[in-house]
């Protein structure tokens, strides 16, 4: 099972950025589709953006879609969320996922549910401020 540790929150204003940063542990870290979701005061956790093993290909929520990107580099084990045009909604406990050891999902498109995704991170806050 992967360790996954979440860094890059904090607090920015309305209309800036950030980039937040997910550290894995493991040798074959490229086996797995990553994903980042979100989860505000009183809400349920949802899904912000996913991109498979191989980074070729990304989906993003509707609510995010030309604003965030993500990606990853496989060789640092990392995966990173750039956020820009953030917005008040946008504030939440951002969380770093991987899906189960061998789906890789480089066939197709990443899933956007929970429950596809076996490991998480502990969360990192990102605040925005109007």
């Known amino acids: 099972q992967v360790q996954l540790v979440e860094s890059g929150g904090g607090l920015v204003q309305a209309g800036g950025s950030l980039r937040l940063s997910c550290a894995a542990s493991?040798?074959?870290?490229?086996?797995?589709?990553m994903a980042w979701f979100r989860q505000a005061p009183s809400t349920e956790r949802e899904f912000v953006a996913t991109?498979?093993?191989?980074?070729?290909?990304?989906s993003y929520a509707d609510s995010v879609k030309g604003r965030f990107t993500i990606s990853r580099d496989n060789a640092k084990n990392m995966v990173y969320l750039q956020m820009n045009s953030l917005k008040l909604e946008d504030t939440a406990v951002y969380y770093c996922?991987?899906?189960?050891?061998?789906?890789?999902?480089?066939?197709?498109?990443?899933?956007?549910?929970?429950?596809?995704?076996?490991?998480w991170g502990q969360g990192t806050q990102v605040t925005v401020s109007s």
């Open positions: 996922a991987a899906t189960w050891p061998g789906r890789d999902y480089n066939d197709g498109v990443a899933p956007n549910f929970r429950a596809a995704y076996k490991s």
């Open positions: 493991g040798r074959t870290f490229s086996g797995y589709a």
């Open positions: 991109i498979t093993g191989n980074g070729r290909r990304t």
